[in-house]
């Protein structure tokens, strides 16, 4: 079994990561935001959460060692591994050599055309990583905001991130990220991981997020231009000191006479701030948008 963990297969043991890093001659990269899973309970909670079926294609963003590889290869129909450290390669021959349902990539997943490297296989699409902290907001955005349907992503992330997500109005996390992943996206954490469920321990605490994509987040929430709504959802947060007004007027093409009565239609008072506006007050603002240009 792929997935098995005998003692000297078990990739969460401590002592077997120290002695494969030596035996291939590597070091954790601290510039990639190499920081191995090594606690088999995490690993267990977030395989359990991807709510993997035999006829998924995982995708996985970092593989590290093959640690979640060889559990996700275990339960899914294919797994593809995007690795942007080419000195990985030897060492996930070796963990992987068993798992012949696992397609490797070595590309940095910020650059990868995901029509180009998915074309081959057949949605659903879930997205399961420990992923690298300086690449998920970007990254998670990317995988929301692609035509392809990434149904579920449950992603291993810094706590403040996960917070980010599930932030609402008026709390200090509360921005672009929070209304644009809320918008796309049912957001749960599913568990909060310490730092020393990883190898080496990074200096922050970490969380396993769940984002179920919604099908049609437009229809969802009666939405009548994407392109509107995230055009005023980023101007709204741009300039945070701001009041929307002006902040719709820096940060957009639209005229004072457009935003003007699009604040008043909305029943909004002069002097609101974007960071108080929910998903749905944005869809409400962005739909008279729409009306008005």
Known sequence: MPGGHGSMNDLTRPSRVVELLRQFDLSPSKGLGQNFLVDRNV???????????????????????????????????????????????????????????????FADALQVNWFEVLALYTPPFKVVANLPYYVTTPLVMAFLESPLYFERLVILVQKEVAERMLATPLKGDYGALSVAVQYHCEVSVGAKIAATAFFPPPKVASSVVVLQRRADPAAFYGLNSQEIFFKVVRAAFGQRRKTLRNALLGGTEYSLSVVEKALARSLMPDNVRGETLDVKAFVALANIVAELI
Request: net charge negative; with cysteine; proline share 5%.
């Open 43 to 105: 690993l267990e909670k977030i395989v359990a959460l991807a709510e993997i079926e035999s006829s998924d294609t995982c995708i996985e963003v970092g593989p590290g060692l093959g640690t979640l590889t060889r559990e996700l290869a275990a339960r899914a129909k294919r797994v593809v591994a995007i690795e942007k450290d080419k000195k990985l390669s030897p060492v996930l021959a070796h963990t992987l050599a068993l798992c012949p349902n696992v397609d490797l990539c």
